[in-house]
């Protein structure tokens, strides 16, 4: 059974500093893509950032220099530093296993989510 296990969130005023984290287990963890992705009151799914198997990043513009992702193969875990928050950080934020099935497919695995909340 695969479960992908959210920590971390919380209520953090603005300009302050959250370290999300992920638990995988009953995956291969090291040869998935994992993301976070975020999704605010009333607006889309968005993804927030990625990093592959080999560790290499990718972040959504509106968080580039804030946010940092990061993985220890060794525990199974994918990180989210979040620094200088925003209020329009505010968000769910989702735990993302992903890997190519096979030519056409993706497999993709979501966690339950943990809540963000940037506020005075």
């Known amino acids: 059974q695969v479960q992908l296990v959210e920590s971390g969130g919380g209520l953090v005023q603005p300009g302050g500093s959250l370290r999300l984290s992920c638990a995988a287990s009953?995956?291969?963890?090291?040869?998935?893509?994992m993301g976070w992705y975020r999704q605010a009151p009333g607006k889309q799914r968005e993804l927030v950032a990625s990093?592959?198997?080999?560790?290499?990043?990718n972040y959504a513009d509106s968080v580039k220099g804030r946010f940092t992702i990061s993985r220890d193969n060794a525990k199974n875990t994918v990180y989210l530093q979040l620094n200088s928050l925003k209020p329009e950080d505010t968000a769910v934020y989702y735990c993302?296993?992903?890997?190519?099935?096979?030519?056409?497919?993706?497999?993709?695995?979501w966690g339950q989510g943990t809540q963000v909340t940037v506020s005075s």
């Open positions: 990093i592959t198997s080999g560790g290499e990043p």
């Open positions: 009953g995956i291969m963890f090291s040869i998935y893509v």
């Open positions: 993302n296993a992903k890997r190519p099935l096979d030519a056409t497919q993706i497999i993709d695995y």
